[in-house]
């Protein structure tokens, strides 16, 4: 959302203006660029993560880690798909649609949820 902000610098009738404002949407579209690229590496480790636990366990972490990784899907990762709409909705199974802003807070609470099992696991071995 923020990268498709129209600059009113650009269009100013001051070349030092219009280039001020260039520089900016450049350098929104980078930082948009890198944090694109690091949800999707983060995306590509929790995949493995989750691939590994349910190759070796603990048992408990499994549902979990599986359920970080289905809302990783519905976040449209794994395609790299960036022309979403933070408003727009999202298929979340066959036949249901949610905000996408509602994903990514489920998101958020299943992180959670993986942090507080992994540390009642682990602190109890």
């Given at each position: 959302?923020?990268?498709?902000?129209?600059?009113?610098?650009?269009?100013?009738?001051?070349?030092?203006?219009r280039?001020?404002?260039?520089?900016?949407?450049?350098?929104?579209?980078?930082?948009?660029?890198?944090?694109?690229?690091?949800?999707?590496?983060?995306?590509?480790?929790?995949?493995?993560?989750?691939?590994?636990?349910?190759?070796?366990?603990?048992?408990?972490?499994?549902?979990?880690?599986?359920?970080?990784?289905?809302?990783?899907?519905?976040?449209?990762?794994?395609?790299?798909c960036?022309?979403?709409?933070e408003?727009a909705?999202?298929?979340?199974?066959?036949?249901?649609?949610?905000?996408?802003?509602?994903?990514?807070?489920?998101?958020?609470?299943a992180?959670?949820?993986?942090?507080?099992?992994?540390?009642?696991?682990?602190?109890?071995?």
């Open positions: 959302m923020w990268l498709s902000m129209s600059y009113e610098d650009e269009r100013s009738s001051d070349e030092a203006v280039e001020r404002g260039r520089g900016r949407r450049e350098d929104a579209e980078r930082k948009h660029e890198a944090a694109l690229d690091h949800a999707f590496e983060a995306y590509e480790r929790l995949l493995k993560a989750a691939a590994r636990l349910e190759l070796e366990g603990p048992d408990r972490l499994i549902p979990p880690a599986s359920r970080l990784a289905d809302l990783g899907d519905l976040l449209q990762l794994p395609g790299k960036t022309d979403f709409d408003d909705m999202v298929w979340v199974t066959e036949d249901t649609q949610q905000p996408f802003t509602s994903v990514t807070s489920q998101f958020g609470d992180r959670a949820a993986f942090v507080q099992a992994a540390r009642s696991y682990f602190n109890n071995i």
